[in-house]
T-cell receptor, first 114, second 117 residues
Framework: AQKITQTQPGMFVQEKEAVTLDCTYD???????LFWYKQPSSGEMIFLIY??????QNATEGRYSLNFQKARKSANLVISASQLGDSAMYFC???????????FGAGTRLFVKA | DGGITQSPKYLFRKEGQNVTLSCEQN?????MYWYRQDPGQGLRLIYY???????QKGDIAEGYSVSREKKESFPLTVTSAQKNPTAFYLC????????????????FGEGSWLTVV
């Protein structure tokens, strides 16, 4: 069975510091994709970053990077230089090869302190 | 602008009523999805559709129905059989392709809040 686990219900970070949001996944399929989304209080889901299971390098998108450790089945999101606008819910998601289903973790609420 | 439009943003349902949430996309995506989100929770898949006139049940399909008569549209009906429908509903779409890639990232609409009164 496929599963996404986010063990941090809430995280605090000081403005301008870096923060890591944890995500572990479980699948027996060798082909999969991992996604991170941000959900502000308005409710919209904003795509942040993607990592494919066959990608050799960790994905980066601006201040976002994905620490992909395949052997440990982890795909942690790193946000550098946190901003007040980064305060939101963050969801890790996975899509397995051959299917259209994308499953989501329970999310981590990030609070950025001034 | 390309995107996914959900309507209405807020909807109130009386006990025993069916209500329909609209979802339209102009991204030319093959696949469309409906997710349910309860307060403080993650997203759970209700239904998804890979192509027109075809759809599959997700993890929590009971009490819901969908149709996919046009590529651009994927309405969700919350029936009276759904005993606890109060939630935030998100419609999404993605391009086709069976191998995961950045090209078939799921994109979301702004969501619809449904409340039972």
């Amino acid at each position: 069975a496929q599963k996404i686990t986010q063990t941090q219900p809430g995280m605090f970070v000081q403005e301008k510091e870096a923060v890591t949001l944890d995500c572990t996944y479980d699948t027996s399929d060798p082909s999969y994709g991992l996604f991170w989304y941000k959900q502000p209080s308005s409710g919209e889901m904003i795509f942040l970053i993607y990592q494919g299971s066959y990608d050799q390098q960790n994905a980066t998108e601006g201040r976002y990077s994905l620490n992909f450790q395949k052997a440990r089945k982890s795909a942690n999101l790193v946000i550098s230089a946190s901003q007040l606008g980064d305060s939101a819910m963050y969801f890790c998601a996975m899509r397995v090869g051959g299917g259209f289903k994308t499953i989501f973790g329970a999310g981590t609420r990030l609070f950025v302190k001034a | 602008d390309g995107g996914i439009t959900q309507s209405p943003k807020y909807l109130f349902r009386k006990e025993g009523q069916n209500v329909t949430l609209s979802c339209e996309q102009n991204l030319n995506h093959d696949a469309m999805y409906w997710y349910r989100q309860d307060p403080g929770q993650g997203l759970r898949l209700i239904y998804y559709s890979q192509i027109v006139n075809d759809f599959q049940k997700g993890d929590i399909a009971e009490g819901y129905s969908v149709s996919r008569e046009k590529k651009e549209s994927f309405p969700l009906t919350v029936t009276s059989a759904q005993k606890n429908p109060t939630a935030f509903y998100l419609c999404a779409s993605s391009s086709g392709g069976h191998r995961p890639s950045s090209g078939n990232t799921i994109y979301f609409g702004e969501g619809s809040w449904l409340t039972v009164v």
